[in-house]
């Protein structure tokens, strides 16, 4: 993006727009929407095509596109393409005063003026017009290359941030907890549901450009508080919803603070876990981005297991794992390494890969961390790997999951049995056999909804889930297939409850009273 160059990346500004003036926001933010200057607005202008080359970091397509002198144009020149633009074309467009005297906008060149930093439109699971702040040129993170060596950069909205928004639980709650805030985005979230919410981050231009997202969203202002992970919190402050997308991380070295953790190896994450379960209310989520160390000579899922605090119920899911050598690739492009000195660069990626070496490395993984906090005498704890496709948002999905839990903790075989049960929504089933047999090898049901998943049932498994719509009892249910097969009753009734427990467990079928 713009304010980055083929010379290096542009400086970070001295100072950033003032975060105390929500009046100069409020102005701002009626200017940006009387012109449009939201999500769906930017992909009317620009179309499909350049408003996902943007995604890319790629701006050609967008210039072309914002060649005209609508008051959009200028926005998007201004703040998404960081040109400088001529004064009175802004002052059609923004209260241009107001932007220059709180830092929004600076005066370049003879009689222009240009942004101080990045405003990106956003939009808001129920179509609200948000707008996220970061830093010139740093909009979009994650591996695209940003090019940025600035340890104090505060990164926008990237795939990382978008995935924990998309799976975090959003029952309305009385405090949530933002740690690592960067430019807020997870915040923002939380201020839809959440009474209170408490923003923290190592980073004092972070909590600054988180508050800035906030005035400039239109939303509620956050404790904003400067600190690593928990330091900032009292020792008596517990939520009901913790979140974070951490600096996760596992480099040698801290060398970027919005990205690299600067513990040994996954220890920022595993401690992130750790500490979470004590400042939780009971009943209270903690959802995090992590990245986990797969060691030679270890179980990568007890390695998880571990690091579940007790008291709490645990979900955690794999979704990508990488061998070290693309590991350390992917995350030296994100700064941009690539593109400087080819010897630095190779001594880097040498540095990288001793310390795999050092630790017995042999992979990274990375995912999901879901923990509720539960009074349950033995917790639950699922660690699994899931790489396939899932449908987002999936915070109702995590939720729902672990009422499910609730529900066969407190049903044994018999109760199960005497329980009404319903198919979930989009639950369709595939018979899997060679062509022209009389019976398949095996029937598959299939989700179209949450986690999509897909799991093999026998002819009973089914027959039972095929008729469950509330009306009759697990119990009931059986004893009419049994009938149907010349089955023994008793001995269909001892053998199925697994089956049933597996089917409301993976959320095929869910409790109908």
């Known amino acids: ?34 012109a449009s200057f939201t999500a769906d607005g930017l ?22 596109a914002t060649r005209g002198d609508t008051p959009l144009e200028t926005l998007v020149r201004l703040f998404l393409l960081q040109q400088p633009v001529p004064h009175a074309r802004v002052a059609a467009v ?24 990045d405003v990106r439109p956003y939009g808001g699971p129920d179509g609200e017009d948000w707008f996220i702040v970061s830093d010139l040129g740093c909009a979009v993170g994650g591996a695209g290359g940003i090019g940025q060596h600035d340890e104090g950069v505060v990164l926008g909205v990237g795939g990382a941030s978008t995935t924990l928004a998309g799976i975090t639980v959003r029952t309305p709650v009385s405090s949530a907890l933002d740690l690592g805030t960067g430019s807020g985005i997870q915040a923002l979230h939380a201020a839809q549901h959440a009474t209170r919410v408490t923003a923290t981050d190592l980073n004092p231009r972070a909590l600054h450009i ?24 009292r020792d008596d402050e517990t939520f009901d919803l913790i979140v974070s997308n951490p600096p996760f991380v596992i480099s040698p070295g801290a060398r970027l ?14 401690s992130l876990v750790q500490q979470a379960g004590e400042r939780l209310n009971e009943g209270g989520f903690a959802q995090f981005l992590a990245n986990w160390q797969h060691v030679a000579g270890e179980d990568w899922q007890d390695r998880l297991r571990s690091w579940v605090p007790r008291g709490c119920d645990a979900w955690i899911v794999q979704r990508e794992v990488q061998d070290v050598t693309q590991y350390a690739e992917l995350w030296l492009r994100d700064a941009g390494d ?80 005497e329980g009404h049960f319903r198919l979930t929504a989009e639950v369709v089933q595939e018979q899997v056999g060679l062509p022209g047999a009389e019976d398949p090898e095996h029937v598959v049901l299939r989700q179209h909804r949450g986690m999509r998943r897909a799991t093999k049932v026998d002819t009973v498994g089914a027959g039972f889930a095929g008729v469950c719509d509330g009306t009759l009892s697990a119990g009931r249910i059986l004893d009419a297939i049994a009938q149907l097969v010349g089955e023994d009753p008793v001995l269909l009734r001892d053998r199925t409850p697994a089956q049933i427990r597996l089917l409301v467990e993976q959320g095929f079928l869910e409790p109908a009273r």
């Open 257 to 270: 603070t919005y990205r690299d953790g600067g513990m040994s190896g996954d220890d920022l994450c595993r």
């Open 1 to 34: 993006m713009g304010g980055v160059t083929d010379s290096g990346p542009a400086p970070l500004p001295a100072s950033l727009p003032a975060a105390d003036r929500p009046d100069v926001a409020a102005r701002l933010r009626d200017a940006l929407l009387t």
């Open 94 to 117: 923004l209260p241009v005063d107001d932007a220059l005297d709180s830092g929004w906008l600076t005066r370049v060149g003879g009689d222009e003026v240009a942004a101080t930093v």
């Open 338 to 417: 690539h593109r400087g000195d080819q010897a630095e660069y190779e001594a880097r990626y040498d540095a990288w890969l001793d310390e795999f070496e050092a630790r017995k490395v042999k992979a990274v993984g990375f995912g999901w961390i879901t923990l509720r906090r539960t009074g349950a005498a033995e917790p639950s704890i699922t660690v699994e790997e899931w790489p396939h496709s899932v449908e987002q948002p999936l915070g109702e999905a995590i939720r729902a999951h672990f009422d499910r839990l609730d529900y066969l903790r407190e049903h044994d075989d018999a109760a199960l049995l």
């Open 210 to 233: 988180t508050a800035l997202t906030l005035a400039l969203s239109g939303a509620p202002a956050a404790d904003l508080r400067e600190g690593s992970l928990f330091e900032p919190v």
């Open 43 to 64: 992909l009317d202008l620009l179309g499909a095509p350049a408003y996902a080359a943007l995604a890319r970091s790629e701006t050609v397509p967008a210039l072309r």
